[in-house]
C-alpha cells in the first residue's frame, strides 16, 4: 500500500524567511510519481510539480525548489525569501505507474502542511 | 483554456435532502475523478471515470452516493438522501490520458444541516 507522510501540521514564518515542507513517502512500486499541490485560502487545489522515480534531478523554478532523493524516501519542497500569498495548506502526493489501458494512476495524498507567512 | 468547472460552489442543504454536484472537465481530458475532502480523512478519491465509463468506485462510501457521466463534458455526484456527516468540499479533477497529474476544479462546498 502506498502511503504519504506530511509531519509537520503547520509551520508559521515571518516574510522573507526560507521554508522546508517535508515529506516522505511509502511504496513499494519500482516506479512511481511524487506530486506538490497547494491549496490557498480560496480553496482550489493547484498542481505545483510532478517528479518521476528514476529522476532525482532537483528542480528550481523561482522561488520553488524541490528535493527529491529516493535513499530517504523523500520529496520536500522548499520556499526561498517566503511571500504571504505563499500562505497556503501544500499537498504532497504520489501515484503508482499507469496501469493497463483505462486505468489510471491514483493520487495518495498526504494530509497537508498549512503553511502561514507574516508580515 | 478554461480548467475544470464546478457548480454549485457552495451547497447548504437539510438532512435527508438530495444533493446533486456537477462538473465539466477540462475539454479533451479522458479521465475524470470525484474527490471529497474533510478535516478527518483528508483528500480521498470516490471514483473516477475513463472516457465517461466508470472504473474504479471502490471509494463511494455509500450506496447513497451514486455519479454519472452521460457525456465527456459532464459529470454528477449524488447524494440521496444526504446525511449531516457528508458535509466536506467535493473536488472534480481531470486529466488526459499519458499523463499523471490531474487539474482540479475549485470544489463544492457541501453542508448538510
Known amino acids: 500500500a502506498q502511503k504519504v507522510t506530511q509531519a509537520q501540521t503547520e509551520i508559521s514564518v515571518v516574510e522573507k524567511e526560507d521554508v522546508t515542507l517535508d515529506c516522505v513517502y511509502e511504496?513499494?512500486?519500482?516506479?512511481?510519481?511524487l506530486f506538490w499541490y497547494k491549496q490557498p485560502p480560496s480553496g482550489e487545489l493547484v498542481f505545483l510539480i510532478r517528479r518521476n522515480s528514476f529522476d532525482e534531478q532537483n528542480e528550481i523554478s523561482g522561488r520553488y525548489s524541490w528535493n527529491f532523493q529516493k535513499s530517504t524516501s523523500s520529496f520536500n519542497f522548499t520556499i526561498t525569501a517566503s511571500q504571504v500569498v505563499d500562505s497556503a495548506v501544500y499537498f504532497c502526493?504520489?501515484?503508482?505507474?499507469?496501469?493497463?489501458?483505462?486505468?489510471?494512476?491514483?493520487?495518495?495524498f498526504g494530509t497537508g502542511t498549512r503553511l502561514q507567512v507574516t508580515l | 483554456d478554461a480548467g475544470v468547472i464546478q457548480s454549485p460552489r457552495h451547497e447548504v442543504t437539510e438532512m435527508g435532502q438530495e444533493v446533486t454536484l456537477r462538473c465539466k472537465p477540462i475539454s479533451g481530458h479522458d479521465y475524470l475523478f470525484w474527490y471529497r475532502q474533510t478535516m478527518m480523512r483528508g483528500l480521498e478519491l470516490l471514483i473516477y471515470f475513463n472516457n465517461n465509463v466508470p472504473i474504479d468506485d471502490s471509494g463511494m462510501p455509500e450506496d447513497r452516493f451514486s455519479a454519472k457521466m452521460p457525456n465527456a463534458s459532464f459529470s454528477t455526484l449524488k447524494i440521496q438522501p444526504s446525511e449531516p456527516r457528508d458535509s466536506a468540499v467535493y473536488f472534480c479533477a481531470s486529466k488526459p490520458t499519458g499523463t499523471y497529474e490531474q487539474y482540479f476544479g475549485p470544489g463544492t462546498r457541501l453542508t448538510v444541516t
Open positions: 511504496t513499494r512500486d519500482t516506479t512511481y510519481y
Open positions: 502526493a504520489l501515484s503508482e505507474a499507469l496501469g493497463s489501458a483505462g486505468t489510471a494512476s491514483k493520487l495518495t
